[in-house]
């Protein structure tokens, strides 16, 4: 079967979701599309046997279902999220407990520090 639109993936996920199918004009607020996306991406899955459209209510099918069954791996993300990996050239060796560490104070406003604290550093 060919591959979903963004928008008929949403659809059928909300639809998964719903007990009692879905109203169009709440998809239409959720997703913020316009009637026309919404219209056509509701037809061409109605086109497959996936939903029914009664009116303004959405419906899953039973075909809908099955397909859902057979083909559930393509509406959820899998993998590795790179975007959650730190970069290494950010990364540096964590410190230990008995580390001394001195903080870097260049930005940090001098009525914050208390008095004497740049010869502490020194």
């Known amino acids: 079967m060919k591959a979903l639109a963004p928008l008929e993936r949403n659809l059928i996920i909300s639809l998964v979701r719903s007990e009692r199918g879905l109203n169009a004009f709440s998809v239409y607020t959720r997703f913020r599309c316009s009637p026309a996306e919404l219209f056509n991406a509701a037809a061409g899955l109605a086109r497959r046997g996936l939903v029914d459209i009664q009116e303004n209510h959405i419906e899953m099918t039973k075909k809908g279902q099955e397909w859902i069954a057979e083909n559930s791996k393509y509406l959820v993300a899998h993998g590795e999220k790179k975007w959650r990996q730190v970069p290494s050239k950010y990364l540096r060796p964590q410190l230990r407990s008995h580390d001394k560490y001195v903080p870097n104070t260049s ?8 008095s004497g604290w740049k010869s502490v550093i020194n």
């Open 107 to 114: 930005g940090v406003h001098r009525g914050v520090l208390p």
